[in-house]
């Protein structure tokens, strides 16, 4: 069993609507990554959380350390937010555990 | 500056034949970490490279597999008698410190086609 687990595997969505992606997580972490992978194949650090919520345009990220879950969300979804967004936990060590991924197309 | 660089960005090579994958990390990041994805399938960690300590080797999948890296700079994953579920983009990644709560930077990947 994936220490990581993203859910859904897969998502499509009308051009605005909000998206929500899951991420759950077995053992303490020291932060949880999101990524964002382009159907080129290129990665993007989206957010690193240990706490909280964090904002950046129209991708907001939250994490409950108690429940071990961290959501992203994207408000106004568009096209070009069609990706792979990837959620990882961060140890206190060195490697990042990586979710496997949730595939979001967005229509027009 | 630059970020993450990686050479060649595709190899197409014979099962059986050596091969040499080529990562450039960031200016002054002292981490760098080799991942591999296989079609369809998530990131996979294969080792990290922290200042001069001895590399995290614990996710090579075979003894086929090594890495080398120069200082904190360049970084060099070798496959060796390649075989066909070598198959993968291989991704290079680096960070300032290399602490799970450290931005990791990734490069665009090499994409290795074993024939």
């Known amino acids: 069993k994936n220490e990581v687990e993203q859910s859904p595997q897969n998502l499509t969505a009308q051009e605005g609507e909000f998206i929500t992606i899951n991420c759950s997580y077995s053992?303490?972490?020291?932060?949880l990554h999101w990524l964002q992978q382009h159907p080129g194949g290129g990665i993007v650090s989206l957010f690193m959380?240990?706490?909280g919520k964090k904002k950046h345009g129209r991708l907001i990220a939250t994490i409950n350390i108690q429940e071990k879950h961290s959501s992203l969300h994207i408000t106004a979804s568009h096209p070009r937010d069609s990706a792979v967004y990837i959620c990882?936990?961060?140890?206190?060590?060195?490697?990042?555990?990586f979710g496997t991924g949730t595939r979001l197309q967005v229509f027009p | 500056g630059a970020g993450v660089s990686q050479s060649p960005s595709n190899k197409v090579t014979e099962k059986g034949k050596d091969v040499e994958l080529r990562c450039d990390p960031i200016?002054?990041?002292?981490?760098l970490y080799w991942y591999r994805q296989r079609l369809g399938q998530g990131l996979e960690f294969l080792i990290y490279?922290?200042?001069?300590?001895?590399?995290?080797k614990s996710g090579l999948p075979s003894d086929r597999f090594s890495a080398e890296r120069t200082g904190e700079s360049v970084s060099t994953l070798t496959i060796q008698r390649t075989q066909q579920e070598d198959s993968a983009v291989y991704l290079c990644?680096?960070?300032?410190?290399?602490?799970?709560?450290?931005?990791?930077?990734f490069g665009p990947g090499t994409r290795l086609t074993v024939l």
């Open positions: 990644a680096s960070s300032f410190q290399g602490v799970g709560t450290d931005t990791q930077y």
């Open positions: 200016s002054g990041h002292t981490a």
């Open positions: 959380l240990s706490s």
């Open positions: 990882a936990g961060g140890y206190n060590t060195d490697k990042l555990i």
């Open positions: 490279f922290q200042g001069n300590s001895a590399p995290d």
């Open positions: 053992v303490g972490i020291s932060a």
